[in-house]
């Protein structure tokens, strides 16, 4: 094994072997496409989001475990070990992981699809079982981490939501099979609150510590702003979590929404101070994404407040998954892009005096295509809420699907490349 | 945070030449042929290479990467000095394209290739500097004691 492989595979290494966090992102790319296909086939009943049953609902937990989730689980086993300066989770246990994880998500949709309980039932438990032990895993490396205090806030307050998304999803699922469960009204606002904003909120915003910094050269945020960033979203989290389990005490909601805001706004803010200061200024197409996902998180705080405080705003909630969505999203596919050929390229250099340039991985034409879908579907999916017209909702899902198709001609250009690269 | 005198010293150097890889990177990149400003241009990014990063490698490759090994990320340093061969590679490359610009010797086909080795330098070096920064500059407060880092960041002055 030439010196890069030993690094690239070796257990004192911080690299996992490509084919794992790969493996993750390729199904994240895989249910990217899926998602959108699903919404652009049941686009015209899917206006009324209402959390029941049937294709909408299915369509969006195809994009949060599977897109969102799935690219949480490989980022977050790769990226770790470099803030925490250890070698990475058991590699044995992360494909397990991906094994049930990968089809459960499937299994899962197709029930919410068909609202087949029983289906559900099954899925759930395929997704569950695997989330649960990689909760363990990465709980046990954070147990054993040196530095980036910061990332680890986020990291550890992120599994804390984790548990929480895996507790209200049970209670969920056992109301659907007719099990004693407490309420939905409660659950769901619960597993919506700790699901985006917690787990996979607090996960990008830790992991934008690392990768921000990273890519445009910066030196990293202080440590103890990026603390008090976690500290103020974590307990606008649990304020807001207190105002759905004791709805009549006063204040619980304005105080929820100022703490995770002013968190959302001193990370925003830090970020803008990493990008200013970076040494690399041009930082192309991916990052255009990244920022639209800021404005996308800054417009969802809007719209959660505006949903508080009662003002008749028409479609408020959908406004507000939209906006979800965009934040998301965006995070997930301009980090990607910049992540999968920059892994590529180093994987690629194992054995090689002069290895691959992550340049000459990646395919410009198809990211160029997929970032113009990507922003034409989410402006046709908002004339859809604003003018409650199916129409344009299935436009957006259709240019949707174009885009992740585009997305993933990227993704498979990558892996041919890398393929070939390697010795 | 970089804590260590070594680790500023090298993220110094590292700013100041990222600051002239851009400059290289935007000037080359959109350049049809060559111009007697851009030829001035890739001479000094050239030296550049040639000198100030020689140093800075070689610092790093006989200082701090057996440090690296010692402290059992002998596969880290590896893959690092492994990226300064590559690059020294494509800098050998250059070399005699921006002497031949430099002379008026250049035709269209050399300007390509230099064009094309020099975004190629550009890249390489950013990303050789991305992992650096990620990696071995916040390792250095483990590698090195107080009096250590002191000493060898005097010692690297004196290169200079």
């Known amino acids: 094994m030439s010196t890069a492989g030993a690094f690239l595979g070796g257990a004192s290494g911080r690299l996992l072997p490509a084919s794992l966090p790969l493996r993750f992102f390729g199904a994240a790319v895989a249910y990217h496409l899926l998602a959108w296909l699903v919404l652009a086939v049941s686009s015209r009943d899917a206006l009324p989001l209402d959390g029941g049953l049937g294709p909408p609902l299915a369509a969006l937990h195809l994009l949060t475990l599977g897109v969102f989730g799935m690219t949480a689980l490989g980022a977050a086993a790769q990226l770790l070990p470099v803030a925490t300066r250890q070698a990475p989770v058991g590699e044995h246990a992360l ?6 994880y990968t089809p459960g998500v499937a299994v899962l949709a197709w029930g919410m699809h068909s609202a087949r ?5 099954l899925g759930a438990a395929a997704v569950m079982l695997p989330l649960a032990a990689w909760t363990v895993l990465v709980a046990r490396h954070l147990v054993g981490a040196r530095g980036m205090p910061g990332v680890l806030a986020h990291a550890w307050s992120a599994l804390a939501c984790l548990v929480l998304v895996l507790v209200t999803a049970l209670l969920l699922v056992a109301g659907w099979l007719g099990w004693p469960a407490p309420g939905r009204q ?25 990768l921000v910094p990273m890519f445009a050269l910066a030196v990293p945020p202080p440590e103890r ?39 959302v706004l001193l990370h925003l803010y830090l970020m803008r101070q990493a990008l200013a200061t970076g040494m690399r200024q041009d930082l192309g197409r991916s990052f255009v ?11 969802a705080l809007v719209l959660a407040g505006v949903l508080w405080s009662g003002l008749p705003l028409p479609h408020a909630r959908a406004w507000l998954a939209l906006a979800l969505v965009a934040w998301l999203l965006g995070m997930v596919l301009g980090f990607l892009q910049r992540i999968l050929p920059f892994l590529a390229a180093l994987h690629a250099a194992a054995g090689r005096r ?64 890398l393929r070939a690269a390697r010795p | 945070m970089i804590t260590t005198q070594v680790g500023r010293m090298l993220d110094e150097e590292h700013r100041s030449n990222l600051e002239l890889l851009e400059r290289v990177e ?28 020689d140093r800075h490698f070689r610092f790093e490759e006989e200082v701090l990467f057996p440090r690296l090994a010692e402290a059992g990320d002998g596969a880290m340093a590896a893959l690092l000095a492994e990226e300064h061969q590559a690059i020294r590679d494509v800098t050998e490359e250059m070399l005699p394209l921006v002497q031949d610009m430099a002379e008026g010797r250049g035709d269209e086909e050399s300007w390509d290739r230099l064009r094309l080795a020099a975004l190629e330098l550009v890249e390489r070096q950013v990303a050789h500097i991305q992992k650096e920064t990620m990696a071995l500059l916040p390792l250095l407060e483990d590698l090195l004691d107080a009096e250590t880092d002191g000493q060898l960041a005097l010692d690297y002055a004196a290169t200079a």
């Open chain 1, 95 to 100: 494909r397990a992981v991906w094994w049930l």
């Open chain 1, 117 to 121: 309980p029983p289906w559900i039932a």
């Open chain 1, 186 to 210: 409660s659950l769901l606002p619960l597993h919506l609150l700790v699901g985006p904003f917690g787990f996979m909120g607090l996960l990008a915003l830790g992991l934008s510590y690392i």
């Open chain 1, 225 to 263: 702003t990026q603390l008090a960033s976690c500290v103020l979203v974590v307990a606008g989290l649990l304020l807001a979590a207190a105002s759905v389990l004791a709805p009549g005490v006063p204040l619980l909601q304005p105080l929820a929404w100022s703490a995770g805001s002013t968190g």
């Open chain 1, 289 to 299: 994404l990244v920022k639209s996902a800021w404005a996308a998180l800054l417009l």
């Open chain 1, 354 to 417: 002069r290895g691959p340039t992550a340049s000459s991985l990646t395919h410009e034409r198809a990211l160029r295509l997929h970032i113009a879908c990507h922003f034409a579907a989410l402006a046709l999916l908002a004339l859809a809420i604003g003018l409650g017209s199916a129409t344009f909702a299935q436009l957006g899902a259709f240019t949707g699907l174009a885009g992740a198709c585009a997305f993933a001609v990227f993704y498979l250009h990558v892996l041919r490349r």
């Open chain 2, 26 to 53: 935007r000037a080359v990149g959109r350049a049809p042929e060559s111009t007697p400003d851009l030829a001035a241009l890739l001479g000094r990014f050239a030296h550049a290479m040639e000198h100030d990063i």
